[in-house]
């Protein structure tokens, strides 16, 4: 099966290599033109003397398993947030909020690049994720009393809109839709890199500052956060018809807290640009 995502495609890529190699045997009924699932029960061989060893079988991605590694890395995610919330001194909370974006952002782009699930990068990422986020609220939280506990609420709450509204196929990932939105988040993470190297030269662009372009900025990053919850279910779902083996439910994991994060600081700033200036 083609798909112009190309992350989905190294990971097929990366599966097919892994059937040419003998892991995991073709199914029965695999019809022309798609890949072969890979069988959820191991086939029988007969064994004894004279009879070659039964190849190994691999188990196929399941949407069960990317809805528990899902909530595995949230929990891992909630937990460190509120572990740093709680012990960490005050006068740490900017080195953990540098030091946690800049170590996230290297795992989170080794994990995307990389060819093959790893559940360790994976996990470590939410670990970092959690530092960074722990970090940054409680520094919002200091500043605006509750705001964090209703940025939670609006991004779970829109995050399941659009889970409801893909389910009803309302929004569909078409292969143009998916080629836009990858120009589109390329273009603002472009954006938000250069706004940030400028930043540390004293370069003040008014993206970040609660000015109204900032506050319309913001808006944008939500609704392209939102709407890349639908690649990341068109994935989920393409990945288990192409009988992607069971870790890379990791990586489809991965996707959605990803996305819940930067939806989660897009909607913390926009409540903190309402609510008054930093």
């Avoid at 995991?24 to 004894?48: F, I, N, S």
């Avoid at 530092?131 to 609420?153: C, E, M, P, R, W």
């Avoid at 409801?164 to 929004?171: E, F, G």
């Avoid at 109204?212 to 919850?229: H, K, N, R, T, W």
Wanted: net charge neutral; hydrophobic share 50%.
């Amino acid at each position: 099966m083609k798909t112009s995502n190309p992350v989905l495609a190294r990971l097929g890529q990366a599966a097919d290599r892994e059937r040419a190699a003998g892991y995991a045997q073709p199914g029965p009924y695999g019809q022309p033109g798609y890949p072969q699932q890979y069988q959820p029960y191991p086939q029988q061989y007969p064994a004894g003397p004279g009879y070659p060893a039964a190849p190994p079988t691999v188990t196929p991605m399941t949407l069960d398993d990317v809805v528990v590694k899902t909530v595995t890395l949230l929990g891992v995610l909630g937990a460190t947030a509120a572990a740093t919330w709680a012990v960490l001194p005050d006068e740490l909370l900017g080195l953990a909020w540098i030091g946690g974006a800049v170590v996230g952002l290297v795992l989170g782009l080794i994990i995307s690049f990389s060819r093959m699930a790893n559940p360790a990068l994976v996990i470590a990422y939410s670990i970092v994720e959690g530092v960074f986020l722990g970090a940054v609220s409680k520094t919002f939280n200091t500043l605006y009393d509750g705001i964090v506990l209703q940025a939670v609420v609006a991004t779970f709450g829109v995050f399941f809109l659009m889970a409801m509204l893909y389910k009803s196929r309302v929004i569909r990932a078409t292969p143009k839709f998916a080629r836009i939105m990858i120009a589109i988040m390329g273009g603002l993470f472009a954006v938000m890199l250069i706004n940030l190297v400028l930043a540390l030269f004293g370069v003040n662009t008014h993206l970040r500052d609660g000015s109204p372009l900032a506050i319309g900025f913001s808006l944008v990053c939500i609704v392209v956060a939102s709407l890349s919850f639908v690649l990341d279910f068109a994935n989920i779902e393409n990945g288990v018809r192409m009988g992607l083996p069971q870790r890379y439910s990791w990586t489809a994991a991965f996707g959605i807290v990803v996305g819940l994060v930067w939806l989660y600081l897009e909607v913390l700033r926009l409540l903190s640009y309402l609510q008054g200036d930093d």
